[in-house]
């Protein structure tokens, strides 16, 4: 279904296949093992390495696993308001957060990597107000090693829509995916675009 098509029949999809960075070609899988080995003999090599990955990586040989654990809607003038991932999705999906009209934002995702190395996290979403989609967003979130402590991405600022047309509800549908196009996470959050907090 096209982006036009998604947006006729008032859906709200979030689609990996159109949403590649052009001339990015994914590495080679390789564990963290074989990572770790490669070059043992450039000193400086293994320092670099051991600063990335560690020196006591988790698990280290089992099935790669992330955990996407938050979602932070961080603004200053607000406290962050901190959306938990890890409890049930269809209660975050029914709440609704409140957003001034024109204020600068960032999005925080906190997530965990288990056993291996993870290349080309990203995050997709669509943002739709009515059913109909009004925004996509597509953010590299990069390639992360597994480590013991949770690791997290901060997009870029964004500012909110203002004026009085645009206030109101609106929803969107986020997606965290990797390279090999697995869906670790979807989830569904909903703001209101009001004149003031």
């Known amino acids: 279904m096209s982006e036009q098509e998604a947006a006729a ?6 689609n990996s296949d159109d949403e590649t960075t052009p001339g990015y070609q994914a590495p080679a899988k390789k564990t963290v093992d074989e990572i770790a080995n490669l070059d043992a003999d450039d000193e400086a090599l293994v320092k670099y390495k051991q600063a990335l990955l560690g020196s006591s990586v988790p698990g280290g040989s089992g099935d790669l696993k992330v955990t996407v654990l938050s979602m932070t809607f961080i603004t200053q003038g ?3 308001i901190v959306l938990d991932l890890t409890t049930d999705l269809d209660k975050i999906k029914s709440q609704t957060i409140t957003i001034k009209e024109g204020c600068e934002y960032r999005l925080k995702i906190v997530f965990k990597v288990d056993n291996q190395i993870v290349s080309g996290l990203r ?3 669509v943002v739709s107000r009515k059913g109909v989609n009004i925004g996509k967003q597509n953010f590299m979130v990069g390639s ?3 480590k ?3 690791q997290e991405y901060t997009t870029p600022v964004e500012e909110a829509p203002s004026g009085m047309l645009a206030r109101g509800k609106y929803k969107a549908k986020c997606k965290f995916t990797d390279d090999d196009k697995i869906s670790w996470l979807e989830w569904d959050w909903s703001f209101q675009i009001e004149k003031d907090w």
């Not at 029949?9 to 979030?14: F, K, L, N």
């Open 123 to 125: 995050m997709m979403q």
């Open 9 to 14: 029949a008032g859906t709200s999809e979030v």
């Open 78 to 80: 607000r406290e962050d």
């Open 144 to 146: 992360y090693g597994p």
């Open 148 to 150: 013991e402590e949770p």
